[in-house]
Nanobody, 125 residues
């Protein structure tokens, strides 16, 4: 079973930045379609950003467009979510997800077989 190891969460003031990292325990990031989801207290989990296997195609939720950037570094075998201009409404547990069988990015969470444990991001006002 592939594990996704996340890091980078924390507490930041509104307007600040954080970078989340996600690394698979097996294989290379370029062999997975990957994504970041988040779940705020009392809300359903939602897709934040997704990236295709080769990394040429990216998707962003409207709420994070122009503030967040999803990327991967094949040399470090790690996927990232760079978050800037953070807002209190970005507060949530962020989850990394991966699928080895799909080339293009995936929008539906039920299609991802592998998930990270989640990392807390808290943005104070």
């Amino acid at each position: 079973q592939v594990q996704l190891l996340e890091s980078g969460g924390g507490l930041v003031q509104a307007g600040g930045s954080l970078r989340l990292s996600c690394a698979p325990s097996e294989g290379t990031v370029s062999n997975y379609a990957m994504a970041w989801f988040r779940q705020a207290p009392g809300k359903e989990r939602e897709l934040v950003a997704a990236i295709s296997q080769i990394g040429q195609n990216r998707y962003y939720a409207d709420s994070v467009q122009d503030r967040f950037t999803i990327s991967r570094d094949n040399a470090k075998n790690t996927m990232y979510l760079q978050m800037t201009t953070l807002k209190p409404e970005d507060t949530a547990v962020y989850y990394c997800a991966a699928d080895p069988d799909t080339y293009y990015y995936i929008l539906r969470e039920e299609q991802y077989p592998y998930w990270g444990q989640g990392t807390q991001v808290t943005v104070s006002s």
